[in-house]
């Protein structure tokens, strides 16, 4: 029969490589999640976007999205908060950056909850996702739809500065 102390640390040893295996299950759950929401997200923007018969109405605001729930600024779980309008505004300033003065603009679109975007619940409010969009890719805004494109933005917020984003520049070719 092993001796008690041996099988004390045997019990701690089993005890804390069960708390390691859970934390790193949570943190796969929360990057899985977050992920979700991304590619979520970014369909269902992309398929609103696609959708539209002129893109200008939507670079300049005319048209809104059917995607926006509640106000800008959000507190995520954690408390922290996140300003979508901040985020925007360092989205421009990082392709100011990049590509010089008179870029196209970054435009927030679409945003809200996870669970009211994705699942149809009020009750998830883990994750915040967010769509920008911006001009065509070769300077400026489009002046025809027909073959022009644009840039769409998809981006999800989570506790503890948990952040994902997929860019996705979308064209159309002409109707045929």
Do not use: C
């Not at 959000?74 to 008179?102: F, K």
């Not at 300077?139 to 503890?160: K, M, Q, S, T």
């Not at 500065?161 to 159309?172: C, I, M, Q, S």
């Amino acid at each position: 029969m092993a001796p008690r102390n041996e099988r004390r640390s045997a019990l701690l040893v089993t005890l804390l490589t069960t708390v390691l295996m859970a934390g790193l299950a949570g943190g796969l759950a929360i990057t899985v999640m977050t992920e979700e929401a991304i590619e979520a997200n970014h369909r269902r923007a992309v398929s609103e976007v696609a959708g539209r018969p002129r893109w200008q109405s939507l670079l300049d605001g005319t048209v809104p999205s059917a995607l926006r729930v509640g106000p800008a600024v959000r507190t995520l779980a954690d408390g922290s908060s996140v300003d979508l309008a901040r985020v925007t505004n360092a989205l421009q300033r990082e392709l100011d950056r990049a590509r010089g003065d008179g870029v196209p603009r970054w435009r927030l679109y679409a945003w809200g909850w996870r669970g009211d975007l994705v699942t149809g619940s009020s009750h998830d409010r883990l994750l915040l996702v967010a769509a920008w969009v911006r001009g065509g890719i070769g300077g400026g805004a489009p002046r025809d739809d027909a073959d022009e494109r644009i840039v769409v933005r998809a981006a999800a917020f989570g506790p503890f500065g948990t952040r994902r984003a997929v860019e996705a520049a979308l064209g159309r070719g002409p109707e045929r």
